[in-house]
């Protein structure tokens, strides 16, 4: 069994910058994919971001390209998601999630843990 717990959330204006930290619990994060994904009031949950066990692979949402940044600590048991020049569309419940294959996934129906969430809100 693995545990998330994200943190890092708060309220920010358009253009600022915040980083994300995703601590997991358990001897076999290394093995794990990571994945980051966000769900605003009224909407599905999407996905964000992805980075494989080792480190070689990640993949963003067309619409974070470029501005969010995906990645990991193993010897932390971390995974981070640094995100620049935020929009108010950015505003949403960020969660962590965990695929135990070890490889890139932008599908929820991958992951087999998933954190409680931190809060996003990006002010105009």
């Known amino acids: 069994q693995v545990q998330l717990v994200e943190s890092g959330g708060g309220l920010v204006q358009a253009g600022d910058s915040l980083r994300l930290s995703c601590a997991a619990s358990?001897?076999?994060?290394?093995?794990?994919?990571m994945g980051w994904f966000r769900q605003a009031p009224g909407k599905e949950r999407e996905f964000v971001a992805a980075i494989s066990w080792s480190f070689a692979n990640t993949i963003y949402a067309d619409s974070v390209k470029g501005r969010f940044t995906i990645s990991r600590d193993n010897a932390k048991n971390t995974v981070y998601l640094q995100m620049n020049s935020l929009k108010p569309d950015d505003t949403a419940v960020y969660y962590c999630?965990?695929?135990?294959?070890?490889?890139?996934?932008?599908?929820?129906?991958?992951?087999?843990?998933w954190g409680q969430g931190t809060q996003v809100t990006v002010s105009s």
């Open positions: 999630a965990a695929t135990k294959v070890g490889l890139v996934y932008p599908s929820l129906l991958r992951y087999d843990y």
């Open positions: 358990g001897r076999a994060f290394s093995s794990y994919g």
